[in-house]
């Protein structure tokens, strides 16, 4: 079955250095990868897609890379800051719906000042 | 535009109960997925919804049910409610077939607490 792994549950760093999160993933090749962030006790909000043609995508200060050979993306967020905390979701496309997502089970990051 | 809105925001069942949550998807658009969250886990897709028919469905029993009305709004429900139910449950629209139509679109959720 489509698994997903995001291997740290937690990332603490500090202001102004660049957080970098990893996805892997099995037994799938999908079509694209997101990255969605999401706050405490609320939903989930877009970031990200990269489609699986593409080798990196930016946007500010983020920046995604996917690697289908690896099965991996890496989502990096550079000049981190405080406002930057929150968990980071990775989520492929599944095969169960025509665009249902599987998600890891998400990083936590948090950015001292 | 109008986002995602779900209701209720938080609700309290005992076990054995019926629920039903509901979501207005984002304006236009027509698919509506809906997932739970349980705590420190990521979302785990239930099914999705398009024009009103069953899209596909993840790895949860018959007594998760859902509906998809002509304006695209959505309910959930689930029958015979279980402890392990209690999750936060998350509605996302998108419009597939258009540029940045493979965005799902989350609305903020509805707490479930079974006791």
């Known amino acids: 079955s489509q698994k997903i792994e995001q291997n740290s549950e937690a990332l603490n760093i500090q202001e102004g250095k660049t957080a970098t999160l990893t996805c892997n993933y099995t037994?799938?090749?999908?079509?694209?990868l997101q990255w969605y962030r999401q706050d405490p006790g609320r939903g989930p909000v877009f970031l990200l897609l990269?489609?699986?043609?593409?080798k990196e995508k930016r946007k500010e200060r983020l920046k995604v890379t996917f690697d289908t050979t690896l099965k991996q993306s890496l989502f990096h967020i550079t000049a981190s800051q405080p406002a930057d905390s929150a968990t980071y979701l990775c989520?492929?496309?599944?095969?169960?719906?025509?665009?249902?997502?599987?998600f890891g089970k998400g990083t936590t990051l948090s950015v001292s000042s | 535009e109008t986002g995602v809105t779900q209701s209720p925001t938080h609700l309290i069942k005992t076990r054995g109960q019926q629920v039903t949550l509901r979501c207005s998807s984002q304006?236009?658009?027509?698919?509506v997925s809906w997932y739970q969250q349980a705590l420190g886990q990521g979302p785990q897709f239930i099914f999705q919804?398009?024009?009103?028919?069953?899209?596909g469905r993840g790895n949860f029993p018959p007594r998760f049910s859902g509906l998809q009305f002509p304006n695209y709004s959505s309910e959930l429900n689930v029958n015979a409610l279980e402890l392990d139910d209690s999750a936060l449950y998350l509605c996302?629209?998108?419009?597939?077939?258009?540029?940045?139509?493979?965005?799902?679109?989350f609305g903020p959720g509805t707490r479930l607490t079974v006791l």
């Open positions: 304006s236009g658009h027509n698919t």
């Open positions: 989520a492929l496309l599944s095969n169960q719906a025509g665009t249902a997502l599987i």
């Open positions: 919804y398009y024009r009103e028919e069953e899209n």
């Open positions: 990269i489609r699986e043609n593409e």
């Open positions: 037994n799938y090749s999908p079509a694209y």
């Open positions: 996302a629209s998108s419009l597939p077939g258009t540029s940045g139509g493979d965005t799902q679109y």
